[in-house]
C-alpha cells in the first residue's frame, strides 16, 4: 500500500481553489490555462485509479460529488467507479456519489489499515495529517504557471524539512507534472 497525493499547485506552492469553487479572490487559476491542462488522467494514475481507493475530505467530497456524477466520458467514468473514502465529522450519508464511504474511526488508523493504494486528491488538510504522520510515500504535482503570493500552501512554513526524490517530470499543457518520490 502506497499513499500518493495529487495536488494542482501554483509555482509559489498555492493549492487552495483552483477551480474557483472556493470564491476566493484569486480561485480559479488552473482553469484558466483551457481544458487541455486539467482534462483527463492528468496525473498519470492509471492503475491506481483501477485497483486503488481515492480518500477525500469533506469539501472535496462535496464538490467532487456534485462534479463527477453527471459527467460521461471514459476518466469521469473511472471516478465514478473507484472506491471513496470521506474523511469527514459532519456527514452521515455520502450515498449520492456511488462507492463513497464515510472513513470509519480515526483517518490515520484508517489509513494505516488500508491495503489498497490510496489517492489523496485535494483535502488539504487530510494531507497535512498524513504529512504530520509521515504517511505521503508519492507526489503527483501538477505545477502552473502561476504565482498568487497568498492562499494555502502544500506544505507550509514552519513544518520539518522533507526530502524527496524526482521520478519525473513533464509538460502537461500549460502546466508541469511532476512525481516525487521519499528520498
Given at each position: 500500500?502506497?499513499?500518493?497525493?495529487?495536488?494542482?499547485?501554483?509555482?509559489?506552492?498555492?493549492?487552495?481553489?483552483?477551480?474557483?469553487?472556493?470564491?476566493?479572490?484569486?480561485?480559479?487559476?488552473?482553469?484558466?490555462?483551457?481544458?487541455?491542462?486539467?482534462?483527463?488522467?492528468?496525473?498519470?494514475?492509471?492503475?491506481l485509479l483501477d485497483e486503488g481507493v481515492l480518500?477525500?475530505?469533506?469539501?472535496?467530497?462535496?464538490?467532487?460529488?456534485?462534479?463527477?456524477?453527471?459527467?460521461?466520458?471514459?476518466?469521469?467514468?473511472?471516478?465514478n467507479a473507484v472506491p471513496k473514502l470521506v474523511?469527514?465529522?459532519?456527514?452521515?450519508?455520502?450515498?449520492?456519489?456511488?462507492?463513497?464511504?464515510?472513513?470509519?474511526?480515526?483517518?490515520?488508523?484508517?489509513?494505516?489499515?488500508?491495503?489498497?493504494?490510496?489517492?489523496?486528491?485535494?483535502?488539504?488538510?487530510?494531507?497535512?495529517?498524513?504529512?504530520?504522520?509521515?504517511?505521503?510515500?508519492?507526489?503527483?504535482?501538477?505545477?502552473?504557471?502561476?504565482?498568487?503570493?497568498?492562499?494555502?500552501?502544500?506544505?507550509?512554513?514552519?513544518?520539518?524539512?522533507?526530502?524527496?526524490?524526482?521520478?519525473?517530470?513533464?509538460?502537461?499543457?500549460?502546466?508541469?507534472?511532476?512525481?516525487?518520490?521519499?528520498?
Amino acid at each position: 500500500m502506497s499513499v500518493v497525493v495529487i495536488q494542482f499547485m501554483t509555482l509559489d506552492g498555492i493549492v487552495s481553489d483552483p477551480d474557483g469553487s472556493g470564491g476566493t479572490p484569486t480561485g480559479g487559476w488552473a482553469f484558466r490555462h483551457g481544458p487541455e491542462t486539467v482534462a483527463g488522467d492528468k496525473f498519470r494514475l492509471g492503475a491506481l485509479l483501477d485497483e486503488g481507493v481515492l480518500l477525500l475530505g469533506r469539501t472535496t467530497w462535496e464538490l467532487f460529488a456534485r462534479l463527477w456524477p453527471g459527467r460521461e466520458d471514459p476518466f469521469a467514468a473511472r471516478m465514478n467507479a473507484v472506491p471513496k473514502l470521506v474523511a469527514t465529522r459532519t456527514l452521515t450519508d455520502v450515498s449520492v456519489w456511488a462507492n463513497s464511504e464515510i472513513v470509519d474511526g480515526d483517518l490515520i488508523d484508517a489509513v494505516k489499515q488500508e491495503r489498497r493504494d490510496i489517492i489523496v486528491t485535494g483535502s488539504l488538510s487530510v494531507v497535512h495529517r498524513l504529512v504530520a504522520e509521515d504517511l505521503v510515500d508519492e507526489y503527483r504535482l501538477l505545477t502552473f504557471p502561476t504565482v498568487l503570493r497568498d492562499g494555502r500552501r502544500l506544505f507550509p512554513a514552519g513544518g520539518p524539512p522533507e526530502h524527496l526524490r524526482c521520478l519525473s517530470a513533464e509538460q502537461a499543457g500549460a502546466a508541469v507534472l511532476a512525481r516525487y518520490q521519499r528520498a
